[in-house]
Nanobody, 129 residues
Framework: QVHLVESGGGLVQAGGSLRLSCAAS????????MGWFRQAPGKEHEFVSA????????YYANSVKGRFTISRDNAKNTLYLQMNSLKPEDTAVYYC??????????????????????WGQGTQVTVSS
């Protein structure tokens, strides 16, 4: 069992930055590919970014490429998402998710964290114009 807790969300003006964290507890964090997903009001979940278990491979949705950076610290059991140049359309609840069987690359083809092994409760990001 893996327990995931997101933090770092908040209200920021367009063009600003936020850094989300996802703290993992339970089974070996470094065994899992990790990803970030988001759900905007009235919309379905969508993939944001994913990282391999080693951190050596990263993947991004086209909408965030060049603005967001995913990283992980396996010694601290923590996943991060650095979000720069935020836009109002980035407003959403952001979820981290973990998967043992699904690779980070394959997470790009998955729209919802609920299809993976574990997911957190989410953290709200609001970007004002």
């Amino acid at each position: 069992q893996v327990h995931l807790v997101e933090s770092g969300g908040g209200l920021v003006q367009a063009g600003g930055s936020l850094r989300l964290s996802c703290a993992a507890s339970g089974r070996t964090f470094s065994s899992y590919a990790m990803g970030w997903f988001r759900q905007a009001p009235g919309k379905e979940h969508e993939f944001v970014s994913a990282i391999s278990w080693s951190g050596g491979s990263t993947y991004y949705a086209n909408s965030v490429k060049g603005r967001f950076t995913i990283s992980r610290d396996n010694a601290k059991n923590t996943l991060y998402l650095q979000m720069n140049s935020l836009k109002p359309e980035d407003t959403a609840v952001y979820y981290c998710a973990a998967s043992y069987a699904t690779t980070a690359q394959a997470m790009g083809d998955i729209s919802s964290p609920l299809l993976l092994d574990y997911w957190g409760q989410g953290t709200q990001v609001t970007v004002s114009s």
